[in-house]
């Protein structure tokens, strides 16, 4: 505590302890907002951030400017001085709308005062995803599977803290007292808390291990890519330039998520071939995960990412998309009228027990489309992953559910459809449940793997290696010294 203490009474040097390009050395009114919130954050971070770090001495990257030779600097930090910074991609002084009512119109540079309350919600809930992330990862550090794997849960942690410091930047700046108050918000809710929950509900379940954190990079931050891109066209530029900049960061969670899975099913594979294996329980006897608790995993982290969305027929969704404030992903690449005023979209849903297409208004399925557009993301990845057992020539393949499975969310909340697209009856589910999500013994198998392993170039048995390390380093490099 003693480090954090004196950071906080330190006057902030707004060019160092706080890289950014807003001109914050000028803006008085905001350097009072973040003299106010620093030490709040600090704190914070020191009581749910990773637990037990203050010491350590950490190999990450830090964003000090939005050009090519300042976005990634690397070198050791010690957590708690990490610089978070305040980046937005350059403004383009012709920037237009380029969807809904105001299609056509110059991009907005202040908060429009009929859209007020709706972009500061939208900020708000973008916001507490991120802090929530941390807190979910809070005691992952004590059984890293190495010092690769442990720095790279460290990167993804400082940078889910710049995130939120990203949209604390937006309500300080442009949402007076209500954004200040909101920020403050951002600091008391808590991941899990019964009481002061995180907003969305996939941000309070519990990633009590490695293999859960490499699923929740892959799957949960990606729909954070989604939700920042569908942003990143919106008509308020600021939140539209901050957003763009927070995707090159995520590219890297996702990168985590989606190899630190590959790597499991890698060294999977290896022992399966080396032993001549085939049956689960030999698989996980031999101390490496086997194939079918990874599927069961998928079916989870993906139906419960697929919520994130929200409901497939959404007005929220068409007020946003009619007030220029959340566009779609890729939005100036879609060759229609941008206003959706006549279009249709293909939705399902269930109709006398059966799973039936349906067109709708497309204006309200924004959501369907945007979860679209990342499922066939997650398939392109999802078909990465099946090169691996392919190459072991084992027939096992990774597959993704049916989108109506295990959602509580939407069209399909409340029905029970297996992850093959069949509708069941509540007791046909329950029969077979257990062999479509993990169970508590698969929680606690995995669980028995994870141990800390911290010696260099050293991994846990449960996973492969690499194929390359960090910034061109060597595998074996000290990406995290302990004094």
């Known amino acids: 505590m003693a480090e954090i203490s004196d950071v906080t009474q330190q006057a902030i040097d707004y060019s160092q302890r706080i890289p950014n390009n807003v001109d914050l050395s000028n803006d008085r ?70 969807f809904g009512d105001h299609k056509g119109e110059p991009a907005w540079q202040d908060v429009p005062g009929e859209y007020r309350s709706t972009l500061r919600r939208i900020i708000v809930t973008q916001g507490d995803t991120e802090p929530a992330s941390v807190e979910q990862q809070k005691l992952l550090g004590a059984t890293c599977p190495s010092l690769y794997d442990l720095r790279n849960l460290f990167q993804v942690n400082v940078e889910e803290g710049r995130h939120l410091w990203s949209m604390v ?28 929950p995180r907003i969305l509900t996939a941000f309070n379940e519990k990633t009590a291990n490695w293999l859960a954190f490499y699923m929740f990079a892959f799957f949960t931050d990606r729909d954070g890519k989604f939700q920042l891109a569908a942003l990143a066209e919106s008509g308020f530029d600021p939140l539209a330039r901050t957003t763009k900049f927070m995707l090159t960061e995520e590219a890297y969670h996702m990168f985590v998520g989606e190899s630190g ?81 006549s279009d249709f979209y293909s939705v399902q849903k269930i109709a006398n027990g059966a799973i039936v297409n349906r067109q709708v208004p497309a204006l309200t399925a924004l959501n369907a489309r945007l979860r679209d557009d990342y499922t066939r993301e997650i398939q392109a990845a999802v078909d990465r992953w099946n090169r691996i057992p392919e190459k072991f020539n084992s027939p096992f393949r990774i597959t993704l559910p049916h989108p109506g499975f295990h959602r509580r969310i939407g069209n399909f909340a409340g029905h029970y459809v297996s992850p093959d697209g069949r509708v069941l009856s509540k007791e046909e589910w329950q029969r077979h449940s257990a062999a479509w999500l993990p169970s508590d013994d698969d929680h606690a198998f ?11 170039g050293k991994f846990a048995n449960w996973i ?20």
């Open 464 to 483: 492969a290696p690499p194929a390359r390390g960090i910034d061109n380093l060597p595998i074996e490099f000290e990406y995290v010294r302990f004094n």
């Open 446 to 456: 995995v669980g028995s793997l994870m141990g800390p392993v911290v010696e260099l």
């Open 169 to 196: 930047y937006l309500l300080h700046r442009h949402f007076g007292r209500d954004g200040r108050e909101e920020a403050e918000a951002l600091l008391q809710r808590r991941s899990g808390d019964p009481n002061n």
């Open 29 to 98: 009114t905001l350097q009072r907002a973040l003299e106010h919130w620093q030490p709040a954050f600090l704190n914070w971070w020191s009581e749910t951030g990773p637990a037990n770090t203050a010491a350590l001495q950490v190999y990450l990257r830090t964003a000090v400017s939005v050009d090519r030779d300042g976005w990634a600097n690397f070198g050791y930090v010690r957590m708690p001085e990490y610089r978070w910074g305040i980046f937005l991609t350059p403004r383009d002084e012709t920037r237009k709308i380029h």
């Open 261 to 341: 899975v590959a790597r499991v099913m890698q060294r999977s594979c290896e022992v399966m071939r080396e032993q001549n294996l085939t049956d689960p329980s030999q698989v996980r006897a031999q101390g490496v995960i086997d194939l079918e608790t990874l599927q069961r995993f998928v079916n989870f982290h993906y139906s419960v990412t697929l919520d994130l969305f929200g409901s497939e027929i959404s007005s929220n969704a068409a007020t946003f998309y009619t007030g220029g404030l959340k566009g779609r992903h890729a939005e100036t690449n879609i060759s229609d009228d941008h206003s959706l005023s």
